[in-house]
Every structure is written in structure tokens, then in C-alpha cells.
T-cell receptor
């Protein structure tokens, strides 16, 4: 069966520091991968998605970036965090067209 | 453009009451998919149901039921005999059948926070 992992689970970072969040999927091949952000008390905002290795599409211009170095690995990065980057970051995967997106456990990021 | 509206921000019910969560959507696509997800306090989004635009049959799964009506662009979710474990934020979402990018991006509503009081 497929599983999706995210780490770290929680992170507290100072403003201006770098960021690296990792998402990995097991049990499937060539999934679509997604990064979402949920600000406190808000809905989900799609940040990036990837349909294959090295292919990244950005939905929202910001100081975040994403990379997909391997088929089942998706990384969210920033060179310098802003206060507004605080939130709950969720990774999701999908196989099939169309199909359902399944979400990871999330990373709660607090920027101080 | 796709849009999902969940007008109910928060709902509180007493245990064993029935509750309906509303979802209204907008899309110009003739083929699309609708979803409901549950987000318990732990934060992870749990998939509940997917419906395609050609299937308007209502669906029942235990205490959960869904009413899809294309005429009113609604996809409402009813919990019968609510329980404390049903307390969560519930999200309705829409995806285009064949996205321009092939990625089937999900468009989420803002969610409804359900609190079931024992």
C-alpha cells in the first residue's frame, strides 16, 4: 500500500533563516506531487505541483521554491523565511488521471 | 474559473444530532470531480469521497451521506447521529477532469469547523 511521509513534523525557525521540508511517497511510481500551505484558520493554498522528476509548476509567486530530485521525493525550500511563511504545509500525491489526492501528515512551521 | 464555497464557517451540534455541511461550486467544465476531506485536530487531511460530474446518485457510507445536485451546483454532506469523533474541519474540493497541466489540481473551499458537543 502507498504511504506518504513528511518531515519534520514541527519546525520553529527565525526570520531570514533557510528552510527545507521533505516529502516522500512509498508504494507507487511516477505520482503527481503537490505542496499546499494552510495558514492558521484558513483554507488550503496550492503552492507547487510536479508531474515528473525535475518538473515543477508554481501556483503562487513567493520566496519559496520546490524541487523533485527523485520520482517519489518532493522538497520545499526557502533561502530566507518571512513571518508570513508560517503555516501548516501539506504534501499530497496522486496517481491516475483523474484520481484522488492523498495527503501526508503535514509540517507545522512557525517563523519567529 | 473554478471556485468552491462553504458558507458555514463553524457549526456546533449536540451529540446524536444530524448535521449537514453545505458546499456550492462553480466551474465551466462539463466534466469535473468533487471531493470531501476531513481534517481532525492532528492536521492530516483524510479523504472521504470523490464524485464525478456524471454521477448524481446520492451516496451513503455508514453515518455519512452525500447529496450531489448539478442543478444547484451543490455537493452537501450529512452526518447522521453525530459523534464527538466527528469533530473536525471538513473541506469540499473540486478538480477539473483534464487540467491544462495534466495535474488535476484541487480547488478547496475554506472549510467548515464542526464541533460535536457530548
Amino acid at each position: 500500500s502507498q504511504t506518504i511521509h513528511q518531515w519534520p513534523a514541527t519546525l520553529v525557525q527565525p526570520v531570514g533563516s533557510p528552510l527545507s521540508l521533505e516529502c516522500t511517497v512509498e508504494g507507487t511510481s511516477n505520482p503527481n506531487l503537490y505542496w499546499y500551505r494552510q495558514a492558521a484558520g484558513r483554507g488550503l493554498q496550492l503552492l507547487f505541483y510536479s508531474v515528473g522528476i525535475g518538473q515543477i509548476s508554481s501556483e503562487v509567486p513567493q520566496n519559496l521554491s520546490a524541487s523533485r530530485p527523485q520520482d517519489r521525493q518532493f522538497i520545499l525550500s526557502s533561502k530566507k523565511l518571512l513571518l508570513s511563511d508560517s503555516g501548516f504545509y501539506l504534501c499530497a500525491w496522486m496517481v491516475g488521471d483523474p484520481d484522488t489526492q492523498y495527503f501526508g501528515p503535514g509540517t507545522r512551521l512557525t517563523v519567529l | 474559473a473554478q471556485k468552491v464555497t462553504q458558507a458555514q464557517t463553524e457549526i456546533s451540534v449536540v451529540e446524536k444530532e444530524d448535521v449537514t455541511l453545505d458546499c456550492v461550486y462553480e466551474t465551466r467544465d462539463t466534466t469535473y470531480y468533487l471531493f470531501w476531506y476531513k481534517q481532525p485536530p492532528s492536521g492530516e487531511l483524510v479523504f472521504l469521497i470523490r464524485r464525478n460530474s456524471f454521477d448524481e446518485q446520492n451516496e451513503i457510507s455508514g453515518r455519512y451521506s452525500w447529496n450531489f445536485q448539478k442543478s444547484t451546483s451543490s455537493f452537501n454532506f450529512t452526518i447522521t447521529a453525530s459523534q464527538v469523533v466527528d469533530s473536525a474541519v471538513y473541506f469540499c474540493a473540486l478538480s477539473e477532469a483534464v487540467g491544462q497541466t495534466g495535474a488535476n489540481n484541487l480547488f478547496f473551499g475554506t472549510g467548515t469547523r464542526l464541533t460535536v458537543i457530548p
